[in-house]
């Protein structure tokens, strides 16, 4: 049966956090939060309540499996029974996975076949819908780790766009990019479905008519692009990601970019390779993908598609010099997931993939 998650939507929402916690009478409450937790007002919200509150922020950016422990450690030794997450893709990913694993009788750290508690989680940041979604994203030795249950979905979500107010521009930036590739990429996989793609167009749709608004900090766009951010959350829930969310891991690990920037450099090779062979090839099934994806973004056509995705990203100004080798495109090629692979719609070799990374680091896009 599919899990059924409660959504509290707007100005204010953050309040609802009393009700939740009153509903369900928990008896000590784990924060998992980012950095900019005590600027928002949920925090005031979350001291207020009548019930001890502690609180998990010892984890990086890209949270490791040596993060995910201690959490786990906290979390079994304050014996708590509600997760509450309140911060961007990453802190959400980190309850999740403090949520689904625990020490063994010889302490080792090992997964469960269910998730220990509730979650409510209150995403800051518009980009990444980890709160709409049954994964996690982790790293072991700086390699991506997909955690993947039923249960990792939040039971609880409150979308306020009043965390969006404050947020860095560059993160701003990013977390749209990383919306946007996550609803493009729902469109073209192998796995889509009517549904995914009803999600992920309409994300497309908020995403190019608000982008210019959101920048300039108007409350109705906020409002959108967290609803958006959402919706491409749920299209990936269904069809999952393909080759450019592959190709990034390790590309921002590496390079300390965004999520969201590393995507949007390998989608826009790869939107250019699917538009090539479509032009190669009008019998394959591609028309319908980019006619698609043209239509979401209001582009009267489908020739303008790639040059309108690339002038957003120019627009942004995320230039970034890359300092790399041929033995450093071999290990990136390495990294991409063989699983992300079969979910696109055509074969992607690992000579085209070394390809891209060569064109995303020499910074062609620019040129």
């Known amino acids: 049966m599919k899990k059924i998650q409660a959504e509290y939507h707007g100005y204010g929402a953050y309040q609802r956090v009393t009700d939740i916690v009153e509903a369900l009478k928990p008896e000590k409450i784990m ?80 997964l469960l076949d269910d998730v220990s508690c509730p979650h409510l989680s209150v995403p800051t940041t518009a980009g990444s819908g980890s709160e709409a979604t049954q994964y996690a994203i982790i790293y072991k030795n700086s390699e991506k780790m997909s955690l993947e249950h039923p249960d990792l979905l939040p039971e609880y979500v409150i979308l306020d766009p009043v965390f969006l107010e404050t947020l860095p521009a560059y993160q701003k930036k990013s977390t749209l990019l990383d919306a946007l590739c996550q609803a493009i990429e729902s469109i073209w996989a192998n796995a889509a479905t009517n549904e995914s793609k009803k999600f992920a167009k309409e994300a497309i749709s908020i995403i190019f008519k608000n982008a210019e608004t959101y920048f300039s900090g108007e409350p109705e766009a906020n409002t959108l692009m967290l609803e958006a951010a959402n919706l491409s959350g749920k299209a990936i829930a269904i069809s999952r990601t393909t080759v450019p969310h592959a190709m990034s891991y390790k590309l921002a690990a590496t390079f300390g970019l965004a999520h969201g920037h590393a995507v949007a450099l390998c989608l826009l090779y790869i939107l250019e390779d699917l538009l090539e062979s479509f032009s190669e090839n009008r019998d394959t099934g591609l028309g319908g993908i980019i006619g698609d994806l043209a239509q979401a973004a209001q582009i009267p056509s489908r020739e303008g598609l790639f040059d309108t995705i690339k002038g957003l990203f120019l627009e942004l100004r995320l230039y970034r010099d890359f300092d790399f080798s041929e033995d450093l495109i071999k290990e990136l090629v390495a990294s991409v997931n063989t699983q992300r692979l079969s979910n696109h719609p055509i074969e992607i070799t690992t000579a085209k993939l070394a390809e891209i990374y060569r064109r995303i680091l020499s910074n062609e896009i620019y040129k």
């Open 31 to 110: 924060v998992v939060r980012g950095l900019s937790y005590d600027n928002f007002p949920v925090k005031r919200t979350i001291e207020t309540l009548p019930i001890p509150v502690v609180y998990f922020k010892e984890f990086s950016p890209n949270p490791d499996i040596a993060d995910i422990s201690k959490g786990v450690a906290l979390f079994e030794r304050e014996k708590c029974d509600f997760i509450v997450s309140v911060g961007g893709g990453s802190v959400i990913d980190v309850a999740k996975s403090i949520n689904i694993f625990s020490f063994d009788k010889n302490n080792t750290l090992r």
